[in-house]
């Protein structure tokens, strides 16, 4: 039997299974991630500022104009679409298999391709709101009002992401535990496991399948029941279609 075959039979008899992805859920949408070789954290931006930096809350406070020109460039990628994989899981949701994502991306995709129970655990480029009286707008209004948008009220607009130095919000994180705590099957894929507090939520499952889908090894890999080195698209599209046709 092959991976994916065996995947497959996991799949279809699953029916609380939940996926908590990386950025490696997003690179085959066009969207690069931040530690890889390639990635944002390893690529000079800024003669001053190291990209780390430059997603940091302090410097959101105290550079915030500098703080905008890289997140419109480097964080924000409005011409990605749902890949492969999004579209599978929102497929395994639909037919009752998959109760909810966990995610650690930012860019939206996964409710683009049709998932409605998705926990951010770094919040979404999607949304926005005023530091000072908390008014909601949304991407366009950040993408529009340059070098820095303002509140009809004068405070700044910060987009809903959890920047370094700042906390993980306390609902999404329970919401997030509850599901994987619940969960039957649980999917990893795309995250090289080394972010926390996120990656620890893992170790809240308690479930019978644990499947890791990643292009390189991580903590988790001894304790699961199958390790896929591929594309996670490719791998989810391939599965679902094996478990259901």
Not at 17 to 31: L, N
Not at 236 to 242: C, D, G, Q, R, S
């Amino acid at each position: 039997m092959t991976d994916i075959e065996r995947l497959g039979k996991i799949l279809a008899e699953s029916s609380s299974a939940v996926f908590f992805g990386g950025a490696g859920m997003s690179t085959e949408s066009g969207i690069p991630d931040f530690r890889s070789a390639n990635g944002i954290y390893n690529q000079k931006l800024h003669k001053t500022f190291a990209p780390e930096e430059m997603a940091s809350h302090n410097f959101f406070m105290n550079h915030p104009e500098e703080f905008f020109a890289f997140y419109r460039e480097r964080i924000v990628y409005l011409d990605a679409k749902p890949n492969a994989g999004h579209l599978a899981l929102a497929e395994l949701e639909r037919r009752g298999v998959l109760s909810a994502v966990v995610t650690q991306n930012i860019d939206g995709l996964h409710q683009l391709a049709g998932s409605k129970v998705v926990y951010e655990l770094h919040g979404s480029i999607r949304r926005s709101f005023c530091v000072k009286c908390g008014a909601k707008y949304d991407i366009e209004f950040v993408m529009e009002n340059k070098p820095v948008p303002h509140c009809h009220c004068g405070g700044i607009v910060k987009p809903d992401v959890v920047l370094y130095g700042e906390n993980l919000d306390d609902a999404t994180v329970a919401n997030s535990i509850r599901a994987i705590a619940r969960a039957d099957t649980l999917i990893v894929g795309g995250t090289s496991l080394i972010v926390y507090p996120a990656a620890g939520l893992i170790d809240y499952f308690r479930g019978r399948h644990l499947i890791l889908i990643n292009k390189t090894a991580t903590r988790a890999d001894s304790d699961a029941e199958l390790v896929i080195r591929g594309p996670i698209g490719k791998t989810l599209a391939e599965a679902v279609k094996e478990a259901f046709g």
